[in-house]
């Protein structure tokens, strides 16, 4: 889940440095609208898909420390 997660945050810089890209086209008059659309929707496609899986890594994660809390509990 973290390979994931991580996949998807450097997938989002990427898709924003995309749309960067469109836009600074503008600067040496080769500016590409459909860049900056693209990277702006994908972008924010993926960052909300990485904190979706990071929440439910944390919910994982919290799921698996309770339950070795109980068994610790439970064998004092």
């Known amino acids: 889940m973290r ?7 450097i997938t989002t810089l990427a898709l924003f440095g995309r749309a ?3 836009l600074g086209g503008f600067l040496f008059g080769r500016g ?4 900056i659309v693209q990277g702006l929707l994908l972008g924010s496609l993926t960052t909300v898909a990485a904190f979706w899986t990071w929440k ?10 309770r ?7 439970s064998s004092s």
């Open 3 to 9: 390979l994931l997660t991580l996949i998807l945050s």
């Open 20 to 22: 960067l890209a469109g």
């Open 32 to 35: 590409r609208i459909e860049y």
């Open 56 to 65: 439910r890594y944390l919910k994982e994660l919290d799921a698996e420390a």
């Open 67 to 73: 339950s070795r809390e109980e068994r610790d509990e």
